[in-house]
């Protein structure tokens, strides 16, 4: 697509649970093309590039509501979001199992280094993994920020 290259794969919905429990059907988190609204509905990969891009000034990850949940908040989510418009692009796939898609893509051999979570090729994820923990912890030494960063902006604590 013009010279672009695949640096993330993500899925919706993710695989359902081993033990029988239902999951809650959610829509597409890609189903917006070139948007900034698509983008805020990848969590670990804004938490990705917002961890990059931590020297922008404005961008420093912070804990919000009751402390278990990650955020940029204002104004370096904003910042985050225009970073994102002017480099990103984001396209989709339907596909009735996403998740063995992703694991297909995965084990291609691609070099995929945002993909921390279930990436074969671990050394080229390690040191960003320390990166991202690393901004977990300053955050963590931070007091709770009353500022969520907009709507749907709050990034989950993801279990990596």
Avoid at 74 to 103: H, I, Q, S
Avoid at 131 to 160: C, F, T, W
């Amino acid at each position: 697509m013009g010279g672009a290259t695949l640096l993330y794969v993500g899925i919706s919905p993710k695989e359902p649970p081993l033990n029988g429990r239902c999951q809650v059907a959610k829509p597409c988190a890609l189903g917006c093309g070139r948007t900034i609204a698509a983008m805020r509905r990848v969590p670990r990969l804004r938490l990705t590039l917002g961890t990059l891009l931590s020297d922008e000034p404005g961008i420093i990850l912070r804990r919000v509501g009751s402390g278990g949940r990650y955020t940029f908040t204002n104004p370096g989510e904003c910042v985050l979001d225009n970073w994102l418009a002017r480099n990103a692009f984001v396209t989709w796939v339907a596909t009735e199992k996403p998740w063995e898609e992703e694991r297909r893509v995965l084990e291609s051999g691609l070099a995929l280094p945002l993909n921390i979570h279930g990436n074969p090729r671990a050394h080229l994820t390690n040191t960003l993994s320390a990166a991202r923990s690393a901004a977990k912890r300053r955050a963590n030494e931070l007091p709770i920020a009353s500022d969520s960063g907009g709507p749907r902006s709050a990034i989950s604590n993801p279990v990596e």
